[in-house]
């Protein structure tokens, strides 16, 4: 009963073979573990996820939605802007990389009054980028404080490169060890060294604001539907339609150790609600965190071993 919320959410937009499967979920009254696991047994057929080699075993990571302070005018220590989509970006693909917005002067020009907001910390403006969403706690002009969302909008149409990996490769870390924590602190202690990590990733990220009147409600996935934390998934839609129940097999995150403890199993229904670049293949999700305490960390550390079964309208014959 617990990702009924999020399957309910993926029926206002249900995808091909489930507008009966969702007439009937929205049809049901108080629905409860009872209820909810009756219709689902009534309704639906589970089919195991591999990829066209057969292979059944994939990988999950994990995201969230960040919280940043923010300024809305640029001050002595919030020097980083967060840009809406400069307006050449549909007539010159690609846009300029982000080592060349911060050395030529007609990108700059570009983004010129496109700014957002400011903030204080690059790698804020990074993690905003590659969550591709997130919450700004901003201060306005006048000193009053709100806080609204920053959502997706465009980006540069330059490939995408991690940062985490740009530093496992130049043995900052071992791979087991990448996480939005050890990239922060390999920061902290090589500051002269964060323009050039940075410009590693040479995509750039543009977004829109948005008012958050209800901050219990999540951002939008690429379904259009707002995400549920710990039952909404990204996955590769070309694999697997947006709006179909998940079941997942796998482990939770941990602080990475030389002796780690047995991990904690992570089993439970999610739905595809989401995709992101970096999610390609059949048994491949990212686990939306949410945007609480802990959940960056919890989604830094995130790199399991998975299994996935789709639940498919029986009616509707397997999924394609």
């Known amino acids: 009963v617990h990702a009924w919320p999020a399957l309910l959410a993926s029926c206002a937009k249900p995808a091909p073979g489930w507008t009966a499967a969702c007439t009937s979920a929205r049809a049901l009254a108080d629905p409860d573990d009872t209820k909810v696991r009756a219709w ?32 809305r005018l640029r001050t002595r220590t919030h020097t980083v802007p967060l840009h809406a989509p400069p307006a050449d970006l549909a007539t010159r693909k690609p846009w300029y990389t982000r080592a060349e917005i911060a050395a030529l002067p007609a990108a700059r020009a570009a983004l010129a009054g496109r700014e957002i907001a400011w903030v204080a910390d690059p790698l804020d403006a990074l993690m905003l980028q590659v969550q591709g969403s997130g919450r700004l706690a901003i201060t306005e002009p006048d000193g009053t404080k709100r806080t609204v969302r920053l959502a997706y909008a465009a980006h540069n149409d330059q490939p995408y490169r991690s940062v985490g990996r740009w530093l496992v490769d130049r043995g900052a870390f071992t791979l087991e060890q990448a996480s939005w924590p050890a990239i922060r602190a390999w920061a902290k202690d090589n500051p002269g060294r964060v323009t050039e990590m940075l410009e590693a990733n040479p995509r750039v990220v543009f977004f829109r604001e948005e008012p958050l009147p209800d ?46 403890p047995p991990a904690r199993p992570l089993r439970r229904l999610v739905v595809a609600q989401d995709t992101g670049s970096a999610i390609t293949g059949a048994v491949r999700a990212d686990y939306f965190w949410g945007w609480t305490e802990g959940a960056e960390d919890r989604a830094g550390r995130m790199k399991q071993p998975l299994a996935m079964w789709a639940l498919w309208p029986k009616d509707a014959g397997p999924p394609r």
């Open 40 to 71: 689902a047994e009534a309704t639906l057929q589970p089919w195991r996820i591999a990829a066209l080699d057969g292979t059944a075993e994939g990988l999950i990571t994990g995201y969230f939605e960040p919280l940043v302070p923010a300024s």
């Open 215 to 260: 901050p219990t409600i999540g951002p939008k996935g690429a379904q259009g539907v707002p995400l549920t934390p710990g039952r909404s998934i990204a996955v590769d839609p070309r694999a697997l339609p947006y709006g179909t129940p998940v079941w997942i097999a796998t482990t939770e995150p941990q602080p990475w150790s030389p002796n780690p």
